[in-house]
C-alpha cells in the first residue's frame, strides 16, 4: 500500500468517528443516537450516514426502541461488505482466520510452528497455510480487504516490525508488514499479539462493555495488552505492557531478555514445565512421573495431572497464580483497569490459575482499585488473538475501503454470504 493511501486513511474523521460508533455497537445504532453521542445536528449525521450507506458498508436494520415518537431506524455496519485475514502468529503456533465485518469466523485453519526458526521459515509457513486455506474454501482474495497479524514481540506499528523481541531471534526490524504486502497485494497490519488479544476480546468478547480493560496472555511467555478509552495502549515505541519482564525476584532464574526473575522466566508456560522436570527428576510423587516420556513435558500436561488430582501440579499452578497476581495488583493499582481479562494457553487451567491469581491482587493491590477491576477467562479462547487481528484488519480496512469508495464514486461489492 502506498504512502498516500495510508495517509488517506485518516483523512476523513467525521466518517471514521460515526463509522466507529456504528461497528462498536453490534445491536444497531440510530442516528439520534449518534448525534446526540457527538454533540451535533442530526442533519449533519444523517448526511454522513447517507453516504456510508450509498458506499454499502452501512446497513438500515428495522426499528429500534422508541424514547417517545416514532421508533427509529438504527444503523448496522454491512458484515457481507468485505472480508479480513486475522493471523495468529505464536510462539510455537499458527492460527488463521477469514472472518466477515462483525468478526464471525468463516473458515480457519491452524499448525504448529517454531518462531526461533527466523523471519523467512515462518512467514513461508503463512503464506502455505493462507493460501490452503483459501484454496479449499469459498474465500476468494478479491473479497479479502486487509490482514491483520499478531506477534510475540515488541512491534513498531508505524513501521510494522519488531524490535529487540526476546523468544524472536532473527526478527529484530524484519519488516514484516512490507513483505505481507508484497506476497498479497493487501494493506497489512502488525501488532503485539496480546495487544490483539486485548483488542479482540475488547470488540468481541468479554470487554465488549469495558472501555478501560488488560489482557493478560499466558503461554510459553507472558504478555499484557491494555486498551484505554477502547483503543490500544503503545507506549512510544510500541513496548507498552511487558509486564512479563516485569522484576518478581532479583536473584530469580535467567528470562530471555537478558534480566533475571522476570515474572515470564518464574511463572510462563515455559517455566512451570521447567520446575515440574525437576521436580520429576528430583524424584517427588507425581502423576507426571508416569507419563509417556517420549516427548517433553510440557506446561499442558501439568495442567492435565492438576485437573486429575495431582498436588505437585496444583501447586505449580497456584504458585504460578500467585506470581502473576502480584505483578497485576501493581498493573491494577497504576491504571485502574475495570476489567482484567486472562487467555493464552495458560488460561484453559481455569480456577486452579485464576483463583490464586485473584487471591494475589486482593492481598497487594488497592481495596477500591481491586474492587472495581473483574478478573474474568477470555471468552474467545484460542481465538483470542487471530479475532484481534481480524478487529484491526477490519478498522482500518474500513476506512481504507471508505476512502476508495468515495474517490471512485463506486458503492462497495458486497460478498455473497459463506
Same mark, same amino acid.
Given at each position: 500500500? #502506498?504512502?498516500?493511501? &495510508? !495517509?488517506? *486513511? /485518516?483523512? @476523513?474523521? =467525521?466518517? +471514521?468517528?460515526?463509522?466507529?460508533?456504528?461497528?462498536?455497537?453490534?445491536?444497531?445504532i440510530?442516528?439520534?443516537?449518534?448525534?446526540?453521542?457527538?454533540?451535533?445536528?442530526r442533519?449533519?449525521?444523517?448526511?454522513?450516514?447517507?453516504?456510508?450507506?450509498?458506499?454499502?458498508?452501512?446497513?438500515?436494520?428495522?426499528?429500534?426502541? #422508541?424514547?417517545?415518537? &416514532? !421508533?427509529? *431506524? /438504527?444503523l @448496522?455496519? =454491512?458484515? +457481507?461488505?468485505g472480508?479480513?485475514?486475522?493471523?495468529?502468529?505464536?510462539?510455537?503456533?499458527?492460527?488463521?482466520?477469514?472472518?466477515?465485518?462483525s468478526?464471525?469466523?468463516?473458515?480457519?485453519?491452524?499448525?504448529?510452528?517454531?518462531?526461533?526458526?527466523?523471519?523467512?521459515?515462518?512467514?513461508?509457513?503463512?503464506?502455505?497455510?493462507?493460501?490452503?486455506?483459501?484454496?479449499?474454501?469459498?474465500v476468494?482474495?478479491?473479497?479479502?480487504?486487509?490482514?491483520?497479524?499478531?506477534?510475540?514481540?515488541?512491534?513498531?506499528?508505524?513501521?510494522?516490525?519488531?524490535?529487540y523481541?526476546?523468544?524472536?531471534?532473527?526478527?529484530?526490524?524484519?519488516?514484516?508488514r512490507?513483505?505481507?504486502?508484497?506476497?498479497?497485494?493487501?494493506?497489512?497490519?502488525?501488532?503485539?499479539?496480546?495487544?490483539?488479544?486485548?483488542?479482540?476480546?475488547?470488540t468481541?468478547?468479554?470487554?465488549?462493555?469495558?472501555?478501560?480493560?488488560?489482557?493478560?496472555?499466558?503461554?510459553?511467555?507472558?504478555?499484557?495488552?491494555?486498551?484505554?478509552?477502547?483503543k490500544?495502549?503503545?507506549?512510544?515505541?510500541?513496548?507498552?505492557?511487558?509486564?512479563?519482564?516485569?522484576?518478581?525476584?532479583?536473584?530469580?532464574?535467567?528470562?530471555?531478555?537478558g534480566?533475571?526473575?522476570?515474572?515470564?522466566?518464574?511463572?510462563?508456560?515455559?517455566?512451570?514445565?521447567?520446575?515440574?522436570?525437576?521436580?520429576?527428576?528430583?524424584?517427588?510423587?507425581?502423576?507426571?512421573?508416569?507419563?509417556?516420556h517420549?516427548?517433553?513435558l510440557?506446561?499442558?500436561?501439568?495442567?492435565?495431572?492438576?485437573?486429575?488430582?495431582?498436588?505437585?501440579?496444583?501447586?505449580?499452578?497456584?504458585?504460578?497464580?500467585?506470581?502473576?497476581?502480584?505483578?497485576?495488583?501493581?498493573?491494577?493499582?497504576?491504571?485502574?483497569?475495570?476489567?482484567i481479562?486472562?487467555?493464552?494457553?495458560?488460561?484453559?487451567?481455569?480456577?486452579?490459575?485464576l483463583?490464586?491469581?485473584r487471591?494475589?491482587?486482593?492481598?497487594?493491590?488497592?481495596?477500591?482499585?481491586?474492587?472495581?477491576?473483574?478478573?474474568?477467562?477470555?471468552?474467545?479462547?484460542?481465538?483470542?488473538?487471530?479475532?484481534?487481528?481480524?478487529?484491526?484488519?477490519?478498522?482500518?480496512?474500513?476506512?481504507?475501503?471508505?476512502?476508495?469508495?468515495?474517490?471512485s464514486?463506486?458503492?462497495?461489492?458486497?460478498?455473497?454470504p459463506?
Amino acid at each position: 500500500m #502506498s504512502a498516500s493511501s &495510508r !495517509r488517506a *486513511i /485518516v483523512k @476523513q474523521p =467525521n466518517k +471514521d468517528v460515526v463509522l466507529d460508533m456504528i461497528r462498536r455497537s453490534p445491536e444497531g445504532i440510530s442516528r439520534a443516537e449518534i448525534a446526540e453521542s457527538l454533540s451535533v445536528s442530526r442533519a449533519t449525521v444523517s448526511a454522513i450516514v447517507d453516504r456510508l450507506i450509498a458506499s454499502g458498508i452501512v446497513l438500515e436494520r428495522g426499528a429500534g426502541v #422508541s424514547r417517545g415518537g &416514532r !421508533r427509529p *431506524i /438504527v444503523l @448496522q455496519l =454491512n458484515p +457481507d461488505a468485505g472480508r479480513v485475514l486475522g493471523i495468529d502468529l505464536g510462539a510455537t503456533h499458527l492460527l488463521v482466520v477469514v472472518s466477515d465485518l462483525s468478526g464471525h469466523v468463516l473458515v480457519e485453519a491452524e499448525k504448529q510452528l517454531d518462531i526461533s526458526d527466523g523471519p523467512e521459515v515462518c512467514l513461508e509457513q503463512v503464506r502455505r497455510l493462507v493460501d490452503e486455506l483459501l484454496s479449499q474454501r469459498a474465500v476468494t482474495w478479491e473479497q479479502i480487504w486487509a490482514v491483520g497479524m499478531g506477534v510475540p514481540g515488541p512491534v513498531i506499528t508505524a513501521q510494522g516490525m519488531v524490535s529487540y523481541p526476546p523468544i524472536m531471534p532473527g526478527w529484530d526490524r524484519f519488516p514484516i508488514r512490507q513483505h505481507l504486502e508484497s506476497l498479497w497485494h493487501k494493506p497489512a497490519f502488525v501488532d503485539n499479539d496480546a495487544d490483539l488479544g486485548a483488542l479482540g476480546e475488547g470488540t468481541f468478547g468479554a470487554g465488549r462493555d469495558e472501555s478501560h480493560l488488560a489482557y493478560i496472555k499466558i503461554g510459553t511467555g507472558i504478555g499484557c495488552g491494555i486498551l484505554l478509552d477502547g483503543k490500544i495502549y503503545h507506549g512510544v515505541l510500541g513496548t507498552a505492557g511487558e509486564i512479563g519482564h516485569v522484576t518478581i525476584s532479583p536473584d530469580g532464574p535467567p528470562c530471555k531478555c537478558g534480566n533475571y526473575g522476570c515474572l515470564e522466566a518464574m511463572a510462563g508456560g515455559r517455566a512451570i514445565a521447567q520446575r515440574a522436570k525437576l521436580a520429576v527428576a528430583a524424584g517427588q510423587p507425581t502423576m507426571l512421573a508416569h507419563r509417556n516420556h517420549e516427548r517433553p513435558l510440557t506446561d499442558q500436561d501439568v495442567i492435565q495431572a492438576a485437573r486429575a488430582g495431582d498436588p505437585l501440579s496444583q501447586q505449580l499452578l497456584s504458585d504460578a497464580g500467585r506470581l502473576i497476581g502480584t505483578a497485576l495488583a501493581s498493573l491494577i493499582n497504576l491504571l485502574n483497569p475495570g476489567l482484567i481479562i486472562i487467555g493464552g494457553r495458560m488460561a484453559t487451567a481455569e480456577d486452579l490459575l485464576l483463583e490464586p491469581i485473584r487471591e494475589a491482587v486482593q492481598q497487594r493491590s488497592l481495596r477500591a482499585s481491586f474492587q472495581a477491576a473483574r478478573i474474568v477467562p477470555a471468552a474467545l479462547g484460542r481465538r483470542t488473538t487471530a479475532l484481534g487481528a481480524a478487529a484491526l484488519a477490519i478498522e482500518n480496512g474500513l476506512r481504507l475501503a471508505l476512502y476508495q469508495s468515495h474517490s471512485s464514486q463506486q458503492k462497495i461489492k458486497v460478498v455473497e454470504p459463506v
